[in-house]
């Protein structure tokens, strides 16, 4: 029988009660890698027939982890932003993502300019997923119809969060549901 989503949440539970810091969050990703491998799901939850949108699959009510797929119609590039203290994994379904990671290279002693620099950059293919721990400052980028699900520790709508402009170095709080 193929990994289906609940056995890929069952086994969220399992690897995140254990160890909900990095070792626990590697299993995950390696999990949803095998989720996504499981082409009924793709199509299911991210194939051509899926209405365009966000919309929430599961929801851990003891451990908070959320999982997403986020159905898109058209390209974006994200702004560098941060999840707070929030961890999150992106697999790709379709398309492909570009994962950027940036470093401050100012003192991080002003919280309302902030000067960064890309220290990573990869990019996911379907059934690929990248993890970024939490307080990591990253950006995304993707062609349109790119779709992906993407687990966060928690739901990010309920923490602070701030974005980075490049150009000006001003750094802004976000907004719920503004940016992935
Ligand atoms: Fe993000």
Same mark, same amino acid.
């Given at each position: 029988?193929?990994?289906?989503?609940?056995?890929?949440?069952?086994?969220?539970?399992?690897?995140? @009660?254990?160890?909900?810091?990095?070792?626990?969050?590697?299993?995950?990703?390696?999990?949803?890698?095998?989720? %996504?491998?499981?082409? *009924?799901?793709?199509?299911?939850?991210?194939?051509?027939?899926?209405?365009?949108? %966000?919309?929430?699959?599961?929801? *851990?009510?003891?451990? #908070?982890?959320?999982?997403?797929?986020?159905?898109?119609?058209?390209?974006?590039?994200?702004?560098?932003?941060?999840?707070? @203290?929030? =961890?999150? +994994?992106?697999?790709?379904?379709?398309?492909?993502?570009?994962?950027?990671? =940036?470093?401050?290279?100012? *003192?991080?002693?002003?919280?309302?300019?902030?000067?960064?620099?890309?220290?990573?950059?990869?990019? %996911? %293919?379907? #059934?690929?997923?990248?993890?970024?721990?939490?307080?990591?400052?990253?950006?995304?980028?993707?062609?349109?119809?790119?779709?992906?699900?993407?687990?966060?520790?928690?739901?990010?709508?309920? +923490?602070?969060?701030?974005?980075?402009?490049?150009?000006?170095?001003?750094?802004?709080?976000?907004?719920?549901?503004?940016?992935?």
């Amino acid at each position: 029988m193929s990994y289906d989503l609940d056995q890929f949440v069952s086994d969220c539970r399992t690897s995140l @009660a254990r160890d909900p810091g990095p070792r626990g969050r590697e299993e995950v990703r390696l999990n949803l890698e095998r989720l %996504l491998a499981n082409q *009924d799901f793709v199509r299911q939850y991210c194939g051509d027939d899926v209405p365009q949108g %966000l919309k929430l699959l599961y929801e *851990d009510k003891d451990l #908070g982890f959320q999982v997403l797929a986020h159905i898109n119609d058209k390209a974006r590039v994200s702004p560098p932003h941060d999840h707070g @203290a929030s =961890w999150a +994994i992106y697999g790709q379904a379709t398309k492909y993502t570009d994962m950027i990671e =940036w470093d401050r290279v100012d *003192d991080a002693g002003d919280d309302k300019h902030a000067q960064l620099k890309p220290a990573k950059k990869y990019r %996911l %293919l379907p #059934g690929h997923a990248g993890i970024y721990q939490d307080g990591k400052i990253h950006s995304i980028d993707y062609p349109d119809q790119a779709r992906f699900v993407r687990v966060t520790g928690t739901n990010l709508d309920n +923490i602070h969060r701030v974005r980075f402009d490049l150009k000006t170095g001003e750094v802004h709080r976000m907004t719920p549901q503004q940016a992935t």
